[in-house]
């Protein structure tokens, strides 16, 4: 069995091995004479490129935090979200609850699946 400290000596050997072995490798490869000296110069960004996959991946990060599960124990016999409570207001009025909101939530939902909050999320990308 191999050990933490063992096993992190290991990697930060094999680490600089690579580190040491690309480094020589190039040095054998360049030619006698320096490159003449200019100003760098760099290619320029194709900003629609950059922007697409900006876009792309921030897509596929979102989408896995619109769907995560709030509840920890939702859908258990410990869940307290499951209880709800009713007011009946005088003079007719239409009863109020709080299963409304925590309904979606004591179902396992995540954010995309909760009332107004859920229907702004569509906005972002995934």
């Known amino acids: 069995m191999v050990s933490m400290k063992r096993g992190a000596g290991l990697a930060a050997a094999a680490g600089a091995a690579v580190l040491l072995g690309t480094g020589s490798a190039q040095a054998a ?12 110069s760099l290619t320029r960004t194709d900003v629609g490129q950059a922007l697409n996959g ?4 921030l897509g596929y990060g979102v989408a896995a935090i619109k769907s995560l599960r709030l509840d920890p124990f939702a859908n258990s016999s410990a869940d307290v979200l499951n ?5 009946q207001p005088d003079q007719g009025l239409a009863p109020v ?3 409304t909101l925590t309904g979606p939530l004591s179902a396992g939902g995540g954010i995309k699946d909760l009332p107004l909050v859920g229907g702004l999320t569509g906005v972002l990308p995934g």
């Open 54 to 57: 900006t876009t792309t991946g």
């Open 29 to 40: 490869t360049t030619s006698g004479q320096a490159p003449a000296a200019g100003p760098a």
């Open 83 to 87: 209880n709800g409570a009713t007011v």
């Open 97 to 99: 609850g709080t299963s």
